[in-house]
T-cell receptor, first 114, second 115 residues
Framework: SQTIHQWPATLVQPVGSPLSLECTVEGTSNPNLYWYRQAAGRGLQLLFYSVGIGQISSEVPQNLSASRPQDRQFILSSKKLLLSDSGFYLC?????????????FGPGTRLTVL | AQKVTQAQTEISVVEKEDVTLDCVYETRDTTYYLFWYKQPPSGELVFLIRRNSFDEQNEISGRYSWNFQKSTSSFNFTITASQVVDSAVYFCALSEETSGSRLTFGEGTQLTVNP
């Protein structure tokens, strides 16, 4: 079964600073990868998903971008953070071959922008 | 477009009580999948169950049970004899066949089990 790693676990950044969050997956090849944000409260918002290296789909236009430089690596970035970027960021994966396959989640990164 | 509604924002029960978390969904697809996830205070989402639209059999796993009713577009989750460790936010989610594995989540229900 797959294991998802995310780092850092927590991050405090000033407004206007850059951001890089990393997600790596073990135990599966060619997974579909997802970035979610959970703002204060509970809803999960899908930000980006990727079906392969270099293939990124954006769900919500915003201050963030994503990249997939390797098969099992997914990076979430920003050039200049906004206060509204604060939240809990979760990476998830599914097997590439599965239709509506189960998504498994990483431990998350808690980002506070001051 | 798909939608998931969890009308109960917060539920508070006393240990050993049974509790049901409601989930109502909307979809135009005939083939779809329903999920429940648990989010404990640590934050990580833990997968609980996956159900496809052609399988309306109810499922029981220990103290957990799920009631899937297509006629009412509901997929409710019951915890029997609740325990303090069940305290968490619970999310219901929907994936349509045409959207691959992309999930639409409900807003979640915060369950607090008091000793």
């Amino acid at each position: 079964s797959q294991t998802i790693h995310q780092w850092p676990a927590t991050l405090v950044q000033p407004v206007g600073s850059p951001l890089s969050l990393e997600c790596t997956v073990e135990g599966t090849s060619n997974p579909n990868l997802y970035w979610y944000r959970q703002a204060a409260g509970r809803g999960l918002q899908l930000l980006f998903y990727s079906v392969g290296i270099g293939q990124i789909s954006s769900e919500v236009p915003q201050n963030l971008s994503a990249s997939r430089p390797q098969d099992r690596q997914f990076i979430l970035s920003s050039k200049k953070l906004l206060l509204s970027d604060s939240g809990f960021y979760l990476c998830a994966c599914t097997r590439a071959s599965g239709v509506a396959d189960t998504q498994y989640f990483g431990p998350g990164t808690r980002l506070t922008v001051l | 477009a798909q939608k998931v509604t969890q009308a109960q924002t917060e539920i508070s029960v006393v240990e050993k009580e049974d509790v049901t978390l409601d989930c109502v969904y909307e979809t135009r697809d005939t083939t779809y999948y329903l999920f429940w996830y648990k989010q404990p205070p640590s934050g990580e989402l833990v997968f609980l169950i996956r159900r496809n639209s052609f399988d309306e059999q109810n499922e029981i796993s220990g103290r957990y049970s799920w009631n899937f009713q297509k006629s009412t577009s509901s997929f409710n989750f019951t915890i029997t004899a609740s325990q303090v460790v069940d305290s968490a936010v619970y999310f219901c989610a929907l994936s349509e066949e045409t959207s691959g594995s992309r999930l639409t989540f409900g807003e979640g229900t915060q369950l607090t089990v008091n000793p």
